[in-house]
């Protein structure tokens, strides 16, 4: 019963920041590059102040999987990068945190690359 709440969880976090979404696409004129960008921004301000990490803790993948996870995790290596070497350290420390996400996308974008077949419009 315990991993079927759990699931639950993941899935009413994620599905919200999903919803969210969906409505401002359905309901202002901002592009979807705004939208992301503003969702990636918004989780690095929560990290900053410290509110991301309750929502981790509660939504647990269907926090830190969206775009809001990843603003957070770039916060939180530019902020231990910081205190450890100052700016510097927040620049290199923001890029290593997110690395292996930035390494996932390029290898399945090339795969996909791979495999899809596009075709041009008639």
Same mark, same amino acid.
Do not use: H
């Given at each position: 019963m315990e991993?079927? +709440?759990? !699931?639950?969880? %993941?899935? &009413?976090v994620g599905g919200l920041i999903c919803v969210i979404?969906?409505?401002l696409i359905? #309901?202002?004129?901002? @592009?979807?590059?705004?939208? +992301?960008?503003?969702? &990636?921004l918004l989780g690095a301000?929560?990290?900053t102040i410290g %509110? !991301?990490? #309750?929502?981790?803790?509660?939504?647990?993948?269907?926090? @830190?999987?969206p775009i809001l996870g990843f603003g957070s995790s770039l916060a939180k290596g530019a902020i231990k990068g910081a205190l450890?070497?100052?700016? +510097?350290?927040? +620049?290199?420390g923001g890029i290593e945190s997110v690395a292996v996400g930035f390494a996932g996308v390029i290898v399945i974008a090339f795969i996909v690359g791979l495999l899809a077949r596009p075709k041009t419009k008639q």
């Open positions: 991993i079927f +709440l759990t !699931y639950l969880k %993941v899935f &009413l979404g969906q409505l359905n #309901y202002t004129k901002m @592009t979807s590059s705004r939208i +992301l960008v503003i969702f &990636l301000f929560l990290e %509110v !991301y990490k #309750y929502i981790e803790e509660f939504g647990k993948a269907g926090a @830190t999987v450890s070497e100052g700016f +510097l350290g927040a +620049l290199r």
